[in-house]
């Protein structure tokens, strides 16, 4: 293990070298997210089970001691002769214990050939797509706000429970509150788990039709931020990992990932005739072009102009 830590913070070094990351932190017990390295060679996997290494040691034999953990997940990370585990770690996120393992597969050579695709993503929608699909916003679901309602009223709760407790300038954490933190993190990560499989779910789906290409816009999110009403619906959205997710999908299955110039206009130009729009208003829902007289969803005519986007450069 402290040969893999050293391997880690070189890697980290050259990250930073290379600009893709900041400088290097040392790990801290209240900032850094629990988490160890697990010896490839040590490492076993059943259907149901994985061989960990104790932390500690035999005091009588004073030899390592392994221990069989059930997986909550069962048949997820294949076994068996020839199988290589690569960088295997073991993390907690303050409710469950997680292993991560890295398997080498061979490369898909299928090239697509289907016609590309523009992408539009929004806060009233959360994707609106060049061929006709649209998918909405999970968080206007009756679920989620069910979810949301439950998740207020607990941290409305927790912060009641420490007001009593309150000894002058410094707060008490009773026992009483340590559960309802648990509570409030459990609710937390299912809500994250419910915006993240939706996500994958959209584009594994869009994956699957094998466009050419998938041309999306360059979102400044930090700036879009900023504004005091949408900020809450645009963090829940989670428009960075719905990028993340088919970026490396379309990579795997050598799709052209296309993201557009920043000041593309997209919304303000028609799909149809290319003519530009410049007292386009952020109300209007529907795109009406004065020279060619078409009348568009607003968000199908900037996927649509992606997707123009997408073929000039392909």
Known sequence: MTKQAIKDACNA???????????????????????????TDKIQFTDTHVKLEKLTTSRKKNKQQFNWIRLYEHRRIPYGKGVKYINPRVSFDGVNW?????????????????????????????????????????????????????????????????EKGREGDRYKKTKNII?????????????????????????????????????????????????????????????????????????????????????FPSSKTCSQCGSYKKNL???DRKYICEDCGSILDRDLNASLNLKNYGQEIA
Do not use: C
């Open 13 to 39: 070094y050259i990250r930073f070298f290379k600009g893709e990351s900041n400088f290097p932190r040392f790990k801290s017990r209240r900032r850094t997210k629990p988490s160890f390295y697990v010896d």
């Open 98 to 162: 997680w292993i991560a393992v890295s398997i080498e597969y061979p490369d898909n050579i299928e090239i697509p050939t289907n016609e590309g695709i523009g992408i539009d993503v929004g806060i009233e929608k959360l994707a609106v797509v060049s061929d006709g699909n649209i998918y909405k916003n999970i968080n206007k679901t009756k679920e989620i706000e069910k979810l949301e309602k439950r998740k207020k009223r607990l941290q409305r709760k927790v912060s009641r429970k420490y």
């Open 179 to 263: 559960r309802l933190e648990n509570q409030l993190k459990k609710l937390n990560q299912r809500l994250t788990n419910i915006r993240h499989n939706y996500s994958h779910q959209i584009t594994t789906e869009i994956i699957k039709r094998k466009p050419g290409f998938i041309v999306v816009e360059d979102l400044n999110v930090l700036g879009m931020m900023k504004n005091k009403h949408l900020s809450k619906a645009i963090q829940y959205q989670g428009f960075y990992e719905f990028y993340r997710q088919l970026q490396y999908k379309s990579e795997w299955n050598n799709i052209k990932f296309i993201v557009a110039d920043r000041f």
């Open 281 to 283: 208003k952020l109300s």
